[in-house]
């Protein structure tokens, strides 16, 4: 059995510090690289302060597959495919790689996630889509727990899954050419496969619900606004005025139980113009005489901080992630990393690579979100529930690219 993994970092960024920090709680894994244009040294210093391995700086995503074993694709989203396709040409040159992780979302569009899938494939590397909420001790815990209810009961019949902040630290992230979309794309695609993940009966595999349709409603409720969008366009170079993307986004997914007809549904609720502390994720279920609910702003830790006392507090991000307030009555969540899901889905890719396997989610099932993402788009565009049976939808979605994403946002917003 391989002892110390050797992981190399694409990307040294805000996400990938939620990563390394996860590691922090995780034996067997070390940082061995890091490839990312503008932030390596940067990351690299703090993977090394953090005793995380010694994440050595490399200048080509080449090298970097030369000396691990596994690469951790945590870039923005533009650069996903390029990358994919720069790791897959080193594997087919001999370069020592066998497995990927990639961060949500898979790909901005189905022909992306599409060929990510693909490469990995063709190189035979095992996988890892990375979408930590499913990873989530809470979710996990809630699933193993009510699992006896759910045999003699039936399964959960609806799901609501809402993440929300107050938006996006990086321009990249606000343009939807780049990012794939607004925050459907962003953070819809862990909405959904929280839903679906949460609704399949246990013991199934992860795709054993047959997604039937999809209905959704986009808005740009806030960034839109004259001063919202001027603050958006100075702080961030993007004009919401000529190439807007959704700051809200809502809608079910229906699926159906092959065995027994039964239909089931899973509501997701995504936004950027939270106004409350911080990143808030929320989810629940009903079943037929039973219930669960995770809400991710509630913690045991609460500060105050009066007015006299405001620039008294040391670091509001480490405190909360998107934290939009540093006075009055702040929620501290201390183990973020940890409430996430990020420790869990480290340790799950950790341990199913070392019995030489994908991870619990493998690219694949990333590839099936990033289609239930795409339906949701058309829904709005089309403004119309989209029937997923109907070959002709599969056949469109292979190369649909939502309108948000080609910068037309206006035609839809
Ligand atoms: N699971 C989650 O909840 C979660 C949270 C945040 C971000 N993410 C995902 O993680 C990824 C990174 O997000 P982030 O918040 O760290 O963004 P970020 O902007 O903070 O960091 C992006 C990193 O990508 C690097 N980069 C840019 N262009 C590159 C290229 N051509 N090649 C290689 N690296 C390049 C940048 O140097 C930077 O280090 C995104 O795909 C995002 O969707 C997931």
Same mark, same amino acid.
């Given at each position: 059995m391989i002892e110390q993994l050797k992981v190399g970092y694409i990307g040294g960024g805000f996400n990938a510090h939620f990563h390394a920090r996860a590691l922090e709680q995780?034996?067997?894994?070390?940082?061995a690289g890091v490839f990312s244009p503008n932030s390596g040294p940067k990351f690299s210093k703090f993977a090394q302060e953090q005793g995380l391995g010694p994440c050595k700086v490399y200048p080509t995503v080449r090298e970097l597959a030369q000396n691990v074993d596994t690469i951790l694709i945590t870039c923005a989203n533009f650069a996903r495919l390029e990358i994919m396709e720069e790791i897959a040409a080193a594997k087919k040159a001999g370069a020592r790689v066998w497995s990927v992780m990639c961060e949500k979302? /898979?790909?901005?569009?189905v022909a992306e996630a599409q060929r990510l899938v693909q490469l990995a494939e063709e190189c035979n590397l095992r996988t890892a889509y990375l979408e930590n909420q499913i990873h989530m001790k809470a979710i996990q815990i809630q699933k193993a727990q009510l699992e006896p209810t759910e045999r003699s009961m039936g399964p959960l019949m609806l799901t609501r899954s809402a993440e929300e902040h107050a938006g996006p630290h990086e321009g990249w992230f606000w343009d939807p050419t780049r990012q794939g979309g607004g925050v459907l794309s962003d953070m819809g695609c862990h909405s959904i496969a929280v839903g679906w993940y949460l609704l399949n009966?246990?013991?199934?595999? /992860?795709?054993?619900l047959q997604p039937q349709t999809v209905n959704c409603d986009l808005g740009l409720l806030k960034w839109g606004q004259p001063l919202w969008r001027d603050r958006l366009k100075k702080r961030f170079g993007v004009d919401y005025a000529m190439m807007p993307a959704e700051d809200f986004a809502t809608g079910i997914v229906t699926f159906k139980n092959p065995a027994t007809g039964q239909l089931s549904k899973a509501q997701f609720t995504d936004s950027?113009?939270?106004?409350?502390?911080g990143l808030r994720l929320f989810m629940d279920g009903m079943g037929p005489g039973y219930a669960f609910e995770v809400n991710t702003l509630s913690s045991p830790l609460n500060l105050f901080i009066g007015d006299e006392a405001a620039a008294a507090v040391k670091d509001q991000e480490l405190a909360l992630e998107k934290s939009t307030s540093s006075r009055g009555l702040l929620t501290v969540q201390p183990n973020e990393a940890d409430l996430y899901g990020y420790v869990d889905e480290n340790r799950d890719a950790l341990n199913a690579f070392r019995k030489g396997t994908d991870a619990l989610l493998p690219f694949s099932y990333g590839l099936e979100i990033t289609k239930l993402v795409m339906a949701a788009y058309l829904s709005h565009e089309s403004r119309q529930t989209v029937d997923l049976t109907d070959p002709a939808i599969q056949r469109k979605l292979e190369t649909y690219i939502p309108l948000i994403q080609q910068g037309r946002g206006r035609e839809v917003l």
């Open positions: 995780v034996r067997g894994m070390e940082i979302p /898979l790909g901005r569009n009966p246990s013991g199934q595999s /992860l795709t054993y950027w113009m939270f106004e409350k502390q």
